[in-house]
């Protein structure tokens, strides 16, 4: 028997139909969809909670003169297990120029004599580094200073510098990347405090001398914890007492 | 008794497909797969570059390795390694989609390396221009993570985090994504961005942030250079 004609047009239409339908359900919707799921979900979702923030009324740190903390600071000597202990008192020792800039020093005494010196200024809302000075060593200049954070203060904040590096009459060219990494709450001998980490380094040259270092600041406290490099071993300090804020 | 004898006119009529339906049928399939085939090859015309420098970011120009190129069925394809002073490094890659490999669902991409989904979810990274689809691996033996971003980007700047292959005989997606080659045809790229989470960043903030920041500039300057219509 044959179909009648009617019905040939009819299969070729129902064809097309089909292919049509096809298309149109591809391209109007039915995609993979995306349910959020898995036991690492909390890496993808977006930070909940209060983000802490720090302002000049109520600065990561003061740099005013008398200003102190006493740390606690542990070296590891790198090839042993032997972990060596100090404490360390910061003192906000005054105003100083370096290469022309107004700044202010922080001298950091170990077993009573300087062991290191630190240069600070406040350039508008953002805090610098303007020198450093290691034991048994010379006055390590920044130009310019390398911005460490800016008020108000984020977490997620970042600065960029590029700048030299002068050192013994001699100049490097010298970059630097000062961020806020994260909101942590740390534990010390002296308190438990919610604080701002400010991860920074500065690479000198082709970038083979690095100077990492790790800042947490309490707002209205200022040093809680350093993490740092000494003599090439990782070191680390915590706040026991602080005063003169 | 004899059995009765159903008239000719009574019988239930018997639809057999005829060679000329069947030729119709093959014939619009073939005309159909020829041009799907057309208009992913002109869609898979764009291959834009890749910025080499983000903020703090430096980006060096890392090849595909061709083990990753056959998976994806060989697509043209360019891959920049991002690094800060940090020595944090994002890997990204763009692919031309002229073939339907090149939007190989990411988890069946990564099991071949041997690691498994912990996590994903749509990230709305641009605005309105879209998002990007977000996974979280583990590596099976060594339990490291890794965060991937994965996204068809558009020339005008729209993305689609949902557009992949989930299997190589994906039959529904194939459709779809040749359906809306055909009948939109806009070219467009697969960006696939990458970073290992360190083990000193235990809930991948510091990974999720760099990876936001390297993929919303790629976003924009493949944008960017959809508009200007360079690529090649």
């Known amino acids: 028997m044959t179909p009648p004609d009617g019905s040939k047009r009819n299969r070729s239409r129902r064809s097309l139909c089909v292919w049509a339908a096809l298309a149109a359900v591809g391209s109007a919707g039915c995609e993979n969809e995306i349910r959020p799921s898995g036991p690492d979900i909390a890496i993808l979702e977006s930070p909940s909670g209060t983000a802490m923030t720090a302002t000049l009324d109520n600065p990561l740190l003061s740099l005013k003169k008398g200003n102190f903390w006493e740390m606690m600071a542990y070296r590891q000597n790198v090839g042993s297990s032997e972990v060596t202990v100090t404490r360390d008192r910061y003192v906000v020792h005054g105003p100083i120029t370096v290469g022309g800039i107004a700044a202010t020093e922080i001298r950091i005494l170990r077993n009573g004599k300087t062991w290191r010196r630190e240069v600070y200024r406040m350039n508008g809302p953002v805090l610098e580094l303007v020198a450093a000075q290691d034991e048994n060593s010379e006055l390590m200049r920044y130009s310019p200073p390398v911005p460490l954070f800016k008020y108000p203060v984020r977490e997620g904040d970042y600065l960029n510098w590029a700048g030299t590096f002068t050192i013994r009459g001699e100049t490097l060219a010298a970059r630097a990347l000062s961020r806020i990494s994260g909101q942590e709450t740390v534990q010390t001998p002296a308190a438990v405090f919610k604080t701002l980490r400010v991860d920074t380094m500065i690479a000198l040259g082709d970038g083979q001398i690095k100077f990492p270092s790790a800042r947490w600041f309490a707002p209205g406290v200022g040093f809680v914890r350093r993490g740092y490099a000494e003599m090439k071993n990782p070191a680390s300090a915590e706040v026991v007492r602080f005063g003169g804020q | ?232």
């Open chain 2, 1 to 232: 008794m004899a059995l009765p004898v159903p008239r000719a006119e009574t019988a239930i009529p018997v639809h057999r497909p005829t060679f000329v339906g069947l030729t119709v049928v093959f014939g619009v399939t073939a005309i159909l797969l020829f041009v799907i085939g057309i208009r992913l090859q002109q869609r898979g015309r764009w291959l834009p570059e890749l910025p080499t420098e983000i903020g703090s970011w430096i980006g060096a120009r890392k090849d595909v390795p061709r083990i990753a190129l056959e998976a994806l069925g060989n697509p043209l394809s360019r891959g920049v390694e991002f690094s800060n002073v940090f020595e944090e490094r994002v890997q990204a890659q763009v692919f031309a989609t002229s073939d339907f490999e090149s939007y190989l669902d990411p988890k069946v991409f990564m099991a071949r390396y041997r690691y498994g989904l912990t996590a994903q979810r749509e990230i709305p990274l641009f605005g309105k221009d879209g998002g990007v689809r977000g996974l979280v691996f583990r590596g099976v033996e060594g339990n490291d993570r890794v965060l991937m971003y994965y996204w068809v980007q558009y020339r005008d700047g729209r993305t689609s985090a949902t557009e992949s292959l989930t299997q190589k005989e994906d039959l529904l997606t194939r459709v779809r994504l040749g359906a809306e080659a055909t009948l939109r045809g806009t070219e467009n790229c697969v960006v696939r961005v990458w970073v290992s989470i360190l083990p000193n960043d235990r809930n991948g903030v510091q990974s999720r942030r760099n990876m936001d920041e390297v993929c919303r500039a790629i976003h924009d300057s493949l944008k960017e250079q959809g508009r200007k219509g360079t690529g090649s």
